[in-house]
């Protein structure tokens, strides 16, 4: 018995199952949870088309800065954390990159900027 995303999962407390099947559980969850080439993961919260094709072009072409600064350009006003995700998945891919560096270490420096504005007044 495989279970699928689209598949309610049964409730393995109130029910009895079989070895196989919670084997079969674990595996579409770990599956599911498994990162891409690119690092994407599934629960990431795209949101759009847009993100979608975002995240299909660095899956496709993982070692392109330019991708993936369209992709944080692209996520310019999304919550700080969801910005920060895209910066960092980028960053394990190319540490080398001083582009990526640059813009993460800028947007976050605007952040903390932002929160002692905030706090002094």
């Excluded at 689209?6 to 990162?35: G, H, K, R, W």
Aim: with cysteine; aromatic share 10%; net charge negative.
């Amino acid at each position: 018995m495989a279970f699928g995303l689209d598949q309610s999962v049964p409730n393995y407390c109130s029910t009895m199952a079989s070895a196989a099947d919670i084997s079969n559980f674990l595996e579409v969850i770990c599956e599911t949870l498994t990162t891409s080439a690119s690092g994407a993961h599934p629960f990431l919260g795209l949101q759009s088309e847009v993100d979608i094709g975002l995240e299909d072009e660095v899956a496709r072409n993982p070692y392109s800065v330019k991708s993936w600064l369209a992709y944080t350009d692209a996520k310019s006003s999304a919550a700080p954390a969801v910005r920060y995700s895209v910066y960092e998945r980028s960053l394990r891919l190319m540490p080398g990159s001083y582009k990526l560096w640059v813009a993460y270490l800028s947007d976050r420096q605007r952040q903390v900027r932002d929160l002692l504005q905030a706090s002094c007044m």
